[in-house]
């Protein structure tokens, strides 16, 4: 199956700093990459997603970039407020199964107004 | 409705007493999950449904759990004989196809509390 690393698990920065949550996977096939925001008590809701035909994509502030050589990629928030704060899931399919998505274990992203 | 939904929203079950979880996907959606998430842990992959076909149970965690989705729509995820480590949030997600190239649609989660 798929193994999906991510770090780091807590991360805190000022309002308006930048964020960057890493995750790392192991199935070479995978091709599709996407984020999930998840609020306190509240449904996993996505943010963004990468296809392995693009190194890069941007939404706003929000941007994922993907090393498919080195088997990472990576989310970036720029200019982070306050309602940014959630737990962050990265996530990786397993393209030897049915829809096995394998989540990564979650960064606490917390920003200080 | 508009999204994923699922019911109870909240569950206390005494040790060894069943419980049924129901979720109704986004309309026409063919592709059906479960996922359990323990606390301060990213979702953990349970099954799924491809219309009312079973193809991947291999998360089910023992026998003790089962799921359904009859008619293609709304599943049932059942467990008997609760145990303490059953307790967890149950997420639902549907997609609207059968690739796994698609974002899933989450519904807002049983929270199962067996005491």
């Known amino acids: 199956g798929e193994n999906v690393e991510q770090h780091p698990s807590t991360l805190s920065v000022q309002e308006g700093d930048s964020a960057v949550i890493k995750c790392t996977y192991s199935?070479?096939?995978?091709?599709?990459f996407p984020w999930y925001k998840q609020e306190l008590g509240k449904r996993p809701q996505l943010i963004i997603d990468?296809?392995?035909?693009?190194g890069e994509k941007k939404d706003q502030r929000i941007a994922v970039t993907l090393n498919k050589t080195a088997k990472h990629f990576s989310l970036h928030i720029t200019e982070t407020q306050p309602e940014d704060s959630a737990v962050y899931f990265c996530a990786a399919p397993y393209s030897g199964g049915y829809q096995k998505v394998t989540f990564g274990t979650g960064t606490k992203l917390q920003v200080i107004p | 409705g508009a999204g994923v939904s699922q019911s109870p929203r909240y569950k206390v079950a005494k040790r060894g007493q069943d419980v049924a979880l129901r979720c109704d996907p986004i309309s026409g959606h063919v592709s059906l999950f479960w996922y359990q998430q323990a606390l301060g842990q990213g979702p953990e992959f349970l099954t799924y449904f491809q219309n009312e076909a079973q193809l991947d149970k291999s998360g089910l965690p023992s026998d003790r759990f089962f799921a359904e989705r009859p008619e293609g729509s709304v599943s049932t995820l059942k467990i008997q004989r609760t145990q303490q480590e059953d307790s967890a949030v149950y997420l639902c997600a549907s997609i609207r196809g059968s690739s796994y190239n698609s974002p899933l649609h989450f519904g807002n989660g049983t929270r199962l509390t067996v005491t």
């Open positions: 990468i296809r392995s035909n693009v």
């Open positions: 199935d070479s096939a995978s091709n599709y």
